[in-house]
């Protein structure tokens, strides 16, 4: 829908139907919106209410550095920037965005680009949380960009596909206790926030979503091969259905470790400080090499 405008006051932007909270911007001298892209995988938040629980979803304290990923027509963003203490920057894949964002949040840092290529030492040069709306469709692969620099990210406070948040969020010995959540529980403390229901976007996505805060826990590091456990914790849930002597099995753990009764079990059942033992054990069975 584009219409013809020769000054923004002229407008009745209420023609844009579906897009109450939305302010269009101009495209040369049309009036437009931001239309969400189905290979982006976006769906737009469309009540500011929930915007502003995510937000205060934040805990920061003091002068803080925020990283906005998607921020699309600026729905979390309207809120942040009235923050004073949130130094902040968002990136952005769509083009739309960019220039929505540059119309109407002209003093704010936006880099223009994929996510998953930025590189996050140079966003501030120092620690920073992480925000944002995360398309469905590379939600894990930005929580596995956040595990890969995970001292530098201090809290990540996110809306994503509520069967995602629960795997991440759940404890052990479910079926939905996954990779992802050892991982991520390893080194951040998870707080399941709220549910979203999908009428709230525009499209409706198709399933609820959920928000969740990480906050960094004080674990610096693995008291173990962190390549190995990795591997382990892969391993052992990529083959769920099996106890982890016969999941791990490609391992070649010595006979004498196998007796162990943890490996009775199945990987669901594990905590992070029990992967971390079984890492243990397969460090000694390779006769304390730490070659993977």
Known sequence: MLCHVTRFEEYNFTEFVGFKNFVPYFRGNRATVVRPK????????????????????LTTSGKSNVLEIGPGMGVLTKFLVQ??????KVIEID????????????????????FLELDLKQVFGESFS?????????????FFKVLEQRNMVDQ???????EVADRIAEPPGSKTYGILSVLLQAFYDIEYLFKVPPGVFI?????????????RNKREKLDCNEALFFQVVKQGFNNRRKTLRNALKNLNLAAEFLTDPIFDLRAERLSVDQFVYITQLTEKSRGGTDAV
């Open 38 to 57: 189905k290979f982006l995988g976006q769906h737009f938040l469309n009540d500011q209410g929930i915007a502003k629980r995510i937000v205060e979803g």
């Open 83 to 88: 923050d004073k203490s949130i130094n902040l």
């Open 95 to 114: 083009w739309d965005s960019v220039a929505y964002l540059r119309q109407h949040y002209p003093a704010l840092s936006i880099m223009e680009g994929d």
């Open 130 to 142: 992480v925000i944002g709306n995360f398309p469905y469709n590379i939600s894990s692969q930005i």
């Open 156 to 162: 990540v406070v996110c809306m994503l596909q509520k």
């Open 203 to 215: 499209p409706p996505p198709k399933v609820m979503s959920a928000v969740i805060r990480l906050t």
